[in-house]
């Protein structure tokens, strides 16, 4: 160790005496101007030194100061920005969230608020540019933008309406303040323009918010003499709220400007006669001039229609000016104008369209006819037409649109003629209406053999009638052949008129069509003999009899398909039989007797029946369980004997009878009768279970979990059925038969029993050898 301290201290000295060389080599002036610098070096005392260095150090520390204020900051701003961003970030997910929840709700990204339409039909008004068989609708739409993207608006069909004066408004907040909306060109603005697209005018922007559409559109004004109608149609979307529609028409003869209170006109106005409007479920109110805001001597209606209708239609008869001040002379001017009207209905032409489905059943052949009617006039006051042919033909109702009433004039026998007479409202203002006439004719039962005359509507009074026939049979025992057909030609079933031909479930065999209503039409008719069928049969009959000691349950159950079935008939029921208990489709009901012997029961079936595949006329499915018990003589330890099982006989073809016999494991048993005489340890057809129609009524919670379980939950109340049940575990020995297809048949077992026999005990080895040396004890 004292040698290597030597060794450094060697080495640091002649480090240092290098240095120092070194430095004294450089300090040395080598040339003129490191001499003249030398010769200019300054001399300063301690202080001054110790203070120019100390400014020196000041001056580092400031820079050093100034530069960590300019890190910090610029981390201050790279932080504020980086918070900026976080913040922009979040709002962007948040409005993201927000537009994908819109567009979860919203595909389409708008949703058309309102629609309205305020229309006015004015033919006196030459200003306004529209003629005078054309009305005018100011169309108003409100819809919402959803997200601030390219969103397409469809606004109407440009092939099937006729519109001008397109308006286009913006409102970003959800304000409904109309001061608060900005006029848009929708022309020439980048971001909310017009366009046409498929034959539609859309609108298309990447704005959100409120837009006001509006546009005008036009509708020619229908005139057929003096009933006037005005259609709009083809909008795109349902007209919400209450539309208006003012009629002006009546200033086409005596044109009356609107005048100060006081003046000769001030009272009169526009009476409107007779409106009705299509939807029919459309609620037309006429605005008195109180409630009209401008009384401009024109009627003001409002329409307030279903939220679903897009279209409408309005007819009125024509408008009159009458005087306020002579209310009381308008009732005579309103018979008159009927009077007018029946005159005019007399002189207008009449068309009908004669649909008529004939249908034979057993004694009777029914008929429904379906009238059109159209007229050239305006509106159609009555109709007469002839019911010709049949046998004791009789009309049963007469329905339609419309309709006030009807009644029939005298039968002609000798003609077999009854006239028919209906009469229409004063309010109908359709010049089309449609009738449907239910006859009745009567046929011969007893005959074998005869001829059908179908009858046959012959309208009175008409231009031309025109018709198709078809003819359906319901009677499955009756063969129809043509047997007369003059006038008619044979037609396709699918010519007849929809309402009749998709109303029934039978085929159309028969089919006609005739351009004059005096054409005849026979069939023969051949009624064979209908055969009697089965109304019930039984699918299944289990049979379970348990013998105990000194008693015997019988347990019937029967699974059955009937269709007009009342009671179900069981026969071979002991007279001492007791203690009943009967439950039929899960409800218990009581047994009756009757029949044809003393040992039959009566099962009532219209128990606990599903109604509706009842009334249907189906075959509906039915459970019974009975059960009852019979005494006998109790089987002694050690004895032998017989039993004889008589199984109750069901009156219907069974397709399965299965028997199930348990009997005490103390004897013996042997078998004899109609299943065998060995009975087999497993049943070879799985026995069914008994159902029920009836439904659960508990009350439940609404968030509760439905399970398996909840198909055994017993229902307590009336429907509960009280009966015995015993394990099959436990209680005797099983011994199962079964039968195929068994019809009116008496079935039977019997059952002989003994005592077992001895069970031989194991021989020993010495026995053996005992046996094989001949030796005996």
Same mark, same amino acid.
């Given at each position: 160790r004292t040698r290597t301290q030597s060794s450094t201290d060697t080495m640091a000295s002649k480090i240092t005496l290098f240095v120092m060389v070194l430095l004294a080599y450089t300090s040395i002036p080598t040339t003129s101007a490191d001499r003249e610098m030398t010769k200019s070096e300054v001399k300063m005392n301690l202080d001054e030194f110790e203070e120019i260095f100390s400014s020196a150090r000041l001056n580092e520390a400031e820079q050093r100061v100034r530069e960590q204020e300019q890190r910090h900051a610029a981390e201050h701003q790279r932080k504020l920005k980086e918070l900026d961003e976080a913040i922009v970030r979040a709002k962007t997910k948040t409005e993201h969230a927000r537009i994908a929840d819109?567009?979860?709700?919203?595909?389409?990204?708008?949703?058309?608020?309102?629609?309205?339409?305020?229309?006015?039909?004015?033919?006196?008004a030459p200003s306004s540019g529209v003629e005078g068989d054309v009305a005018s609708f100011d169309i108003e739409l409100m819809i919402r933008i959803m997200s601030p993207k390219w969103t397409t608006i469809p606004?109407?069909?440009?092939?099937?309406?006729?519109?001008?004066?397109?308006?286009?408004?913006?409102?970003?907040?959800?304000?409904?303040?109309?001061?608060?909306?900005?006029?848009?060109d929708p022309f020439t603005d980048p971001e909310a323009m017009f366009l046409i697209r498929d034959d539609q005018m859309v609108l298309a922007t990447n704005r959100t918010g409120l837009f006001r559409v509006g546009f005008t559109a036009y509708s020619r004004v229908r005139k057929d003499r003096k009933l006037n109608s005005v259609?709009?149609?083809?909008?795109?979307?349902?007209?919400?709220?209450?539309?208006t529609i003012?009629?002006?028409?009546?200033?086409?003869?005596?044109?009356?400007?609107?005048?100060?209170?006081?003046?000769?006109?001030?009272?009169?106005?526009?009476? /409107?006669?007779?409106?009705?409007?299509?939807?029919?479920?459309?609620?037309?109110?006429?605005?008195?001039?109180?409630?009209?805001?401008?009384?401009?001597?024109?009627?003001?209606?409002?329409?307030?229609?279903?939220?679903?209708?897009?279209?409408?239609?309005?007819?009125?008869?024509?408008?009159?000016?009458?005087?306020?001040?002579?209310?009381?002379?308008?009732?005579?001017?309103?018979?008159?104008?009927?009077?007018?009207?029946?005159?005019?209905?007399?002189?207008?032409?009449?068309?009908?369209?004669?649909?008529?489905?004939?249908?034979?059943?057993?004694?009777?052949?029914?008929?429904?006819?379906?009238?059109?009617?159209?007229?050239?006039?305006?509106?159609?006051?009555?109709?007469?037409?002839? /019911?010709?042919?049949?046998?004791g033909t009789r009309v049963t109702s007469v329905a339609g649109y419309g309709l006030a009433r009807w009644t029939t004039g005298a039968y002609n026998a000798t003609e077999s003629v009854l006239p028919v007479y209906a009469y229409f409202k004063s309010s109908n203002l359709d010049s089309a209406m449609t009738l449907q006439v239910d006859t009745e004719s009567d046929t011969d039962t007893a005959a074998k053999q005869q001829t059908l005359e179908l009858p046959r509507i012959e309208c009175m009074g008409v231009l031309r009638q025109s018709g198709r026939i078809g003819v359906i049979?319901?009677?499955?025992?009756?063969?129809?052949?043509?047997?007369?057909?003059?006038?008619?030609?044979?037609?396709?079933?699918?010519?007849?008129?929809?309402?009749?031909?998709?109303?029934?479930?039978?085929?159309?065999?028969?089919?006609?069509?005739?351009?004059?209503?005096?054409?005849?039409?026979?069939?023969?008719?051949?009624?064979?003999?209908?055969?009697?069928?089965?109304?019930?049969v039984a699918d299944r009959v289990h049979y379970r009899?348990?013998?105990?000691?000194?008693?015997?349950?019988?347990?019937?159950?029967?699974?059955?398909?009937?269709?007009?079935?009342?009671?179900?008939?069981?026969?071979?029921?002991?007279?001492?039989?007791?203690?009943?208990?009967?439950?039929?489709?899960?409800?218990?009901?009581?047994?009756?007797?009757?029949?044809?012997?003393?040992?039959?029961l009566l099962i009532p079936?219209? /128990?606990?029946?599903?109604?509706?595949?009842?009334?249907?006329?189906?075959? /509906?499915?039915?459970?019974?369980?009975?059960?009852?018990?019979?005494?006998?003589?109790?089987?002694?330890?050690?004895?032998?004997g017989s039993l004889e099982l008589q199984l109750p006989r069901v009156t219907l073809p069974i397709s399965v009878v299965t028997v199930e016999l348990r009997l005490p494991k103390?004897?013996?048993?042997?078998?004899?009768?109609?299943?065998?005489?060995?009975?087999?340890?497993?049943?070879?057809?799985?026995?069914?279970?008994?159902?029920?129609?009836?439904?659960?009524?508990?009350?439940?919670?609404?968030?509760?979990?439905?399970?398996?379980?909840?198909?055994?939950?017993?229902?307590?109340?009336?429907?509960?059925?009280?009966?015995?049940?015993?394990?099959?575990?436990?209680?005797?020995?099983?011994?199962?038969?079964?039968?195929?297809?068994?019809?009116?048949?008496?079935?039977?077992?019997?059952?002989?029993y003994f005592p077992p026999p001895a069970t031989p005990t194991a021989s020993t080895l010495l026995d053996n050898f005992k046996s094989f040396l001949g030796v005996n004890g």
């Open positions: 819109h567009l979860a709700l919203f595909p389409d990204n708008y949703k058309v608020l309102t629609q309205r339409a305020d229309g006015l039909f004015n033919a006196s606004i109407a069909n440009t092939s099937s309406i006729v519109a001008s004066d397109w308006k286009l408004s913006w409102m970003h907040n959800s304000t409904d303040n109309s001061t608060n909306y900005m006029q848009v259609s709009l149609s083809s909008l795109l979307y349902p007209l919400s709220g209450a539309s003012r009629l002006c028409a009546g200033m086409r003869r005596n044109r009356i400007n609107t005048m100060a209170s006081g003046s000769p006109s001030a009272h009169k106005r526009f009476a /409107v006669k007779e409106l009705s409007i299509n939807p029919a479920s459309a609620v037309l109110k006429v605005l008195s001039p109180d409630e009209a805001a401008n009384d401009d001597g024109c009627a003001k209606i409002q329409l307030i229609l279903p939220l679903t209708a897009n279209k409408f239609e309005i007819r009125w008869l024509d408008i009159n000016m009458i005087d306020a001040a002579k209310e009381q002379t308008t009732l005579k001017a309103d018979r008159e104008d009927d009077g007018i009207r029946a005159q005019d209905a007399e002189d207008s032409l009449i068309t009908v369209s004669h649909d008529v489905m004939h249908t034979v059943e057993e004694g009777v052949v029914r008929s429904t006819n379906i009238l059109q009617f159209k007229t050239s006039g305006d509106t159609l006051s009555s109709v007469a037409f002839m /019911v010709r042919g049949g046998r049979k319901h009677a499955n025992n009756v063969e129809l052949h043509q047997s007369k057909a003059v006038g008619l030609a044979r037609a396709e079933p699918s010519e007849i008129a929809s309402q009749l031909r998709l109303n029934t479930d039978r085929p159309i065999f028969l089919a006609y069509k005739y351009l004059n209503p005096n054409y005849q039409l026979h069939l023969s008719s051949t009624a064979h003999a209908a055969m009697d069928t089965l109304e019930a009899v348990l013998v105990m000691e000194s008693h015997v349950m019988h347990s019937l159950l029967v699974m059955m398909k009937s269709t007009k079935l009342q009671y179900l008939e069981i026969r071979g029921i002991p007279a001492e039989a007791s203690m009943f208990t009967l439950i039929v489709n899960g409800v218990q009901t009581k047994p009756v007797r009757g029949g044809d012997g003393d040992d039959a079936l219209l /128990v606990g029946l599903n109604t509706e595949m009842a009334n249907d006329g189906l075959g /509906v499915k039915s459970s019974i369980e009975l059960r009852y018990f019979v005494t006998h003589d109790a089987l002694g330890v050690g004895e032998q103390s004897h013996a048993y042997n078998f004899t009768g109609d299943f065998g005489r060995n009975g087999s340890d497993t049943l070879k057809y799985p026995v069914p279970s008994a159902f029920t129609y009836v439904k659960g009524k508990r009350v439940v919670r609404k968030d509760y979990k439905f399970s398996h379980l909840d198909d055994v939950v017993e229902e307590s109340g009336k429907d509960s059925a009280i009966q015995m049940n015993i394990p099959k575990s436990g209680s005797g020995q099983p011994y199962f038969f079964s039968r195929l297809l068994v019809v009116d048949t008496k079935l039977s077992l019997r059952v002989e």
